[in-house]
């Protein structure tokens, strides 16, 4: 693996404590970090560090289940079920070693549920966990429209998960232990560099299983921020770092930074983890029907449905553009696989 260069970056903490009597405050903390670094993390937050641990151990249950079980709901065009090894990163051509179950709101999940037999209690908790991190979003986006001079209810209304046409996931990570005894071989990536596309991201990660690497979106000069400097961002009991996704970038007219990150494959014996690293990541997805344009009007308006599948056909397409080229080097066609943000 190339080394890769570091660089201790402050990530703003912000605390959400009291928030009706201090929304001008958050605010300005929140559009400063925006405009920034496009990361912040968040304390104070109304979720508690014991509900965040059982909503990972009900993810952990999900995932000790045998695969044929979770392959009877797989991993669907509306971005919701289970994959492994499937999502190819354009940054890197590879897989993502890890496993993931994308869960929404509404009816994009209809097939997409185990049935409650199989893992009793898991679509109640997981529901509950899924408001409640929706409910902290909530606050974000009162803050942000109050920061571009929307209605201070316009990006709530534009993201409402009671509505069927809601886009909003939770995705439950699962990324494998490495032996550490044995050189990890080339071209594994847990999670190779990336920007999310949706409104902003809420990242759980669980104490201990660090990983997670940030290079703020304008600070990449290579495409994919491959050789720029990378922060470590450690696990914090109760903190949820938060990440600012194209959507919103655009949204904003730019004003906002999308910020590249990655979880870190481990190789340096005594310093990285190796062990079984589970993180959970809920993204702030539009709703298909609401339409997209910044106060500046700096790009065209879209629909919430345009700009999900555009995002998706991206990465597919930078997938496929990459996999043509390996086919002519290899005088071979390599395996498809679903390339999802
Ligand atoms: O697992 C993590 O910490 C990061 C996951 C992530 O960035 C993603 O799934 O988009
Ligand atoms: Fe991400």
Redesign the pocket.
Known sequence: MAPTKYTNRTIPKISLHDFPSRIDEITTQLISAAETDGFFSLINHEISPTEIEHMFSTSASFFSLPDDIKSTVPFSHLNAGWEKNAQIRPSTGQPDRKE?YQMQFGSAMSGSWLPESVLPGFKDTSLEFMRKAQSVSEKLMLCFARGLGFEDDYFVKAHDVRRPESQTVL?L?H?YAVDESVPVPEGYYR?GA?V?WDFV?L?F?RPGQS??EICPGREASTSFALNDTWTKVEPKEGEIVCNIGDLLMSWSDDRFKSTF???KTPFVVGEDYFGQ?Y?M?FFNQPCTDAVIQGPKKKYEAVTGREFTQKAMNRNFAALKAKEALESVANGAASGAAVAI?
Do not use: N
């Open positions: 993931s995705r990570l990324y999670a990336h999310d991201t990242l990660q990983g997670l990150h990655r979880v690293r993180s990541a943000s």
